[in-house]
């Protein structure tokens, strides 16, 4: 069984950045591609960003685009989130996944496998 841990969350104001990681348990993971999602309660899961296994693809949310980069290290078995100028509307629940493959992106969760337990970013105004 994988397991994907996040970590880096917390509460920052309008404008700050965070950077949020994920360590994989199996090296597997660094054969898929690997993705971010959020979600606010009572509204569905969010796709943020993808990057594929080699990291020489990826895919950004709308909402995101510009402001976010996700980028790999899969000597380390992490994936990270570098989110800058973040807004009040980002504030969710941050979770990362694993897809069943390394050659394809997909922006819905219906094409990854794994995800983590998720890790809170609050954005104050």
């Known amino acids: 069984q994988v397991q994907l841990v996040e970590s880096g969350g917390g509460l920052v104001q309008a404008g700050a950045s965070l950077r949020l990681s994920c360590a994989a348990s199996?090296?597997?993971?660094?054969?898929?591609?690997m993705a971010w999602f959020r979600q606010v309660p009572g509204k569905e899961r969010e796709f943020v960003a993808t990057i594929s296994q080699g990291s020489t693809e990826t895919k950004y949310g709308d909402a995101v685009k510009g402001r976010f980069t996700i980028s790999r290290d899969n000597a380390k078995n992490t994936v990270d989130l570098q989110m800058n100028n973040l807004r009040p509307e980002d504030t969710a629940v941050y979770y990362c996944?694993?897809?069943?493959?390394?050659?394809?992106?997909?922006?819905?969760?219906?094409?990854?496998?794994?995800w983590g337990q998720g890790t809170q970013v609050t954005v104050s105004s």
């Open positions: 199996d090296i597997i993971s660094m054969i898929r591609t």
């Open positions: 996944a694993q897809s069943f493959g390394g050659n394809v992106l997909p922006t819905d969760q219906g094409g990854y496998e794994y």
